[in-house]
Each structure stands twice: as structure tokens, then as C-alpha cells.
């Protein structure tokens, strides 16, 4: 079994910020996470550009230095990697913790490959594995994605984007510019105000001049193999489909929460937690990131999140400070 001062489970900027400030106080610190370093973003769009400067993304005092104001995928990978490394960050990627229990002073973790103790334990692990999932039939299809990567593949054919949101649009323009036949479903009356203000009046163009079809106060009651249904003020409408984007936000993993002691606000979702500090009601236990924001994911995001490190660090040095 082995032993260390804190354990943050997840890699992604908030658990690597929280990695550095701990460190910076002295402790041994371990990041375990089930994918690769900063998992989410690699699993971004190939051509995502952030929405936040580089400047409000950088962690740890670190500059992070690029040629445009709004960094790149590729950008804040490189970035994200270089950190790790001068920072020289123990990282166990591919690893999946599967249980966190605390007896006295100390917490046992047990992953899918081994078994660890340590004194403190930051949960970092953002939401964008869980994807929200449809309630209807058809909904697990294989042509059904939650993820878009990029669309060459979809040169020529009919594809429905459901949703209405940064995601949704981004995948749409995309879609509309390798030819595909695009069709959004909203279940808004109108443009969400989240939608950032520079790709919205491109999107819009496009949907005015027929190049994509966007049909508002819809929702989708089923879908086969070619065909989605959509139900609208003038009723059911068949779409033709070969691909869906079913884009509709994420959530993080209540279940997993809930297992390690973590006490969740009923209606909003968001584990409860000293907001200054990001300890939960099991001492020594944090959070940071996105899971904090509970089901409204789009108040937390790298820029402030990054940030819960060093209120994690004040907390644990103070603690030590009185343990001394």
C-alpha cells in the first residue's frame, strides 16, 4: 500500500493547480486520474477555441504564452503537459479510483490498480465524462454521440444536432463547413444568451440563408437507425439522420460523490462544502473545479476553478500549522 500526504483524483487544470499549491507547502502529493492528463480537453473538438483568455487559464503562476488572446486545444495541451513537467507533478494516468474511505486520520483509497493511504484527498474530477442522456427511445443507438471530435466524416450526410448551446452550435458550424445537411433541434424559443457573441452572428447567418436548419420549441420523442422525431407546434416531424449530436451538457458523477461522503445540495446538485475553504463535511476531504457547480456547470469553469487549489492549500497548512 502506498502512503502519501494528499491525493487529488483527477488531472485536470484544477486538480493540477491544486497538485502545485500542495506541493509548494511541502507535502507529497499524487494525482490519480482514469484517463490522460487533462482528459477533458483532449477529448475537446480538434478545433476548440477556449472562450477564456490565456492568461485566466494559466495555473501555478506559470505563463501561459500564446500567439492569439483565446488559446487553442492544442495550445492548452502543450501547456497543461509543460506544467506537469516543470512542476514535476506524480500523475498515475489510466487509473480509476473505485472507493475513498476515511478511518481516524486517514483515508484509504482503492483504485483498479492498487491501494493507497493518504492523509488528505482533493476530488477534481469535473463532469465532461458523464454526458446528459435522452429519455426516449433510440437514445443509445450507435449513430447517437454526446461527443463531437470533428467533421470530415460527415462530408454529404443528414446529420441532427440536439441542443442549442455553445456546444451544439460549435458542432453545427463545423458540420455546415464539411458538408453535411444540418438540422438543429432547440428546445428554446430563441438563441441562448450562452452562445458566445462571436460565433453566434455567423451561426445565425447560415440559418437565415437556409444553409442549416434550426427548428426552435422542438424536442425529440425517437430515433432509429435513419430517421429522427421530432415533436413540434405543428406535430411530429420525421428528420432524416445518419449521424446524431445529442449535445445537451453534462453532470458530474453524483454516484461516485455520494460513495466517498460527499453531501449533495438536493435541487442544485452541488456538493456541500465550505466555500472558502473546499473542504466537505468529511474533514480533510476537498473539492475543486466544476464538480462544485453542481448541475450549472457554466458558473465554474477553468479560469475560476483554478483557484480552489490555494484555498485548499491555506486550508491544510493551516491544519498543520495546528497539528504542530
Known sequence: MLKTDAIIIGAGPCGLSAAIH???LGLDVLLIEKGSIVNSIHRYPTHQTFFSSSMKLSIGNIPFITAKDKPQRNDALVYYRTVAELEQLAINSDETV???EKTEEVFHLTTDKAMYEASYVVVAT???DQP????IVGADLPHVHHYFKEAHPYFRKNVVVIGGKNSAVDAALELERAGANVTVVYRGSSYSPSVKPWILPGFESLVNNGKIRMIFESAVKEITNDVVMVHTDSGVEEIQADAVFAM?????????LESIGIQLEQESGCPLCNEETMETSVEGLYIAGVIAAGNNANSIFIENGRHHGEA???SISEKMQENY
Not at 248 to 256: L, V
Open 22 to 24: 500542495l506541493k509548494r
Open 126 to 128: 469535473g463532469y465532461y
Open 132 to 135: 446528459n442522456r435522452l429519455e
Open 98 to 100: 473505485r472507493s475513498v
Open 312 to 314: 485548499i492549500a491555506c
Open 248 to 256: 445537451i451538457g453534462y453532470h458530474p458523477d453524483y454516484t461516485f
